[in-house]
């Protein structure tokens, strides 16, 4: 990857909207009715514990036929919101229809949306309608594991002159079961963070978790990573929320995750120290979650072992084994990472996998085992 050149941006305190670190968005994921959003606004305002209220008014859907958002007539709704809660207002662009409509109704900040964001066509006609107005852009990463298209969403709207910006991070779409509706893939943000240290990074952790009881977990996550504000989904009356209604929260289980939480502050980005010490401690939390992954297939290797040994099957299956290790190659191909690395690497945990298999039927529970062709595992 070549050298990434640092993108002139403002932190969030010098965005002109009195707005500090960590910057705090709540509100539904859609503007419903005025009612709805003025009930959720006072609530969230009466908790004391966010700046800017967010909902979206053009609801990019997946599938044709669901609520697609209520469109220009809740920018009113929203103005009342400001004039009556003093909050702040934020809502998605996917069009330059979208920017001079947001613009002419005096919308404060501005987020481009999963959907959008992978597409240069999109984000590159958003950029050419805020030349010349200052206005702060979130950007949330595309909603496939692609940083190059981040990072250029960023540089788009850069181009075109806008220094209030700041990167979200609201997880990704991938063809692997996880707990998560989007997998953190937390390497993502970690990287463009490393390249961009500049950028702030805020979490989404609604979109992330996808149900109310994961997102204080994967909030405090993004705060211990250094993350430098979250934008949640709350809703007055989530159980008959019009979009994700899985994943909003009342504004008082708001109130209450935000009061457990706790706030790192800052690292410092400048000068050469503080730089290695940032990263240094990036490294230390992805060599953690690294160790923590690992300890979690070994517990998984050895269910597997006692599965098998209970319906006598060996505990070598080769076909499973070269699966594993072509989906590795694979990936390490997309990453970057060099194929002979990646194979003893996996040697490597195959071995302790191996191990771990067979320690319940008399073998050594350390070393592997003389009689047990370590390139095998199912
Ligand atoms: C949203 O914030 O409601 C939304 C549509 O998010 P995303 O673009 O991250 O899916
Ligand atoms: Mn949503």
């Excluded at 220009?72 to 003093?86: A, I, N």
């Excluded at 613009?103 to 501005?110: F, H, K, P, Q, S």
């Excluded at 030349?131 to 940083?147: A, E, R, S, T």
């Excluded at 706790?262 to 290695?276: H, K, Q």
């Amino acid at each position: 990857m070549s050298h990434p050149v640092p993108l002139n941006v403002l932190p969030v305190a010098q965005w002109g909207l009195g707005l500090e670190r960590p910057l705090l968005i709540a509100g539904p994921c859609s503007a419903e009715s005025e009612e709805q959003v003025m009930t959720t606004a006072r609530a969230i305002k009466a908790a004391g514990k966010a700046q800017v209220f967010r909902a979206g008014l053009w609801k990019p859907r997946t599938r044709p036929g669901n609520f697609e958002g209520a469109g220009p007539q809740g920018l009113q709704w929203l103005r009342r919101m400001k004039e009556e809660t003093g909050l702040l207002a934020i809502t998605e662009v996917a069009t330059a229809e979208h920017v001079g409509a947001c613009l002419e109704a005096g919308i404060d900040m501005l987020w481009i949306g999963a959907r959008t964001t992978p597409n240069p066509f999109s984000v590159q006609a958003i950029a050419d309608a805020l030349k010349g107005v200052d206005i702060p852009v979130l950007v949330k990463n595309p909603i496939n594991p692609d940083l190059q298209l981040w990072i250029g969403a960023l540089e788009r709207l850069h181009r075109a002159g806008l220094r209030k910006l700041a990167a979200v991070h609201r997880g990704f779409s991938w063809f692997e079961r996880t707990p998560y509706r989007n997998s953190p893939m937390w390497e993502f943000p970690i990287r463009l963070k490393a390249a961009h240290p500049e950028v702030e990074l805020i979490c989404d952790p609604s979109h992330i978790a996808g149900s109310v009881d994961r997102i204080g977990t994967v909030a405090q996550q993004a705060l211990d990573l250094g993350f430098g504000g979250l934008m949640v989904e709350v809703h007055h009356d989530p159980e008959h929320a019009r979009s994700d209604a899985d994943q909003q929260m009342t504004p008082a289980a708001y109130a209450e995750m935000l009061n457990a939480l706790i706030f790192r502050a800052a690292v410092p980005t400048e000068g050469m120290s503080d730089r290695l010490a940032e990263l240094r401690d990036l490294i230390d939390q992805l060599d953690e979650e690294i160790a923590q992954k690992l300890g979690t297939r070994m517990d998984i290797a050895e269910r597997i072992g006692d599965h098998k040994r209970a319906h006598n099957v060996a505990i070598l299956q080769p076909e499973r084994w070269d699966s594993i290790l072509r989906r590795q190659l694979r990936l390490a191909q997309q990453l970057g990472l060099s194929a002979d690395f990646v194979r003893d690497l996996m040697d490597a945990i195959h071995r302790e996998s191996i191990r771990r298999q067979s320690s319940g039927i008399g073998e050594p529970a350390s070393g592997s085992p003389a009689s047990v062709d370590i390139e095998r595992e199912g």
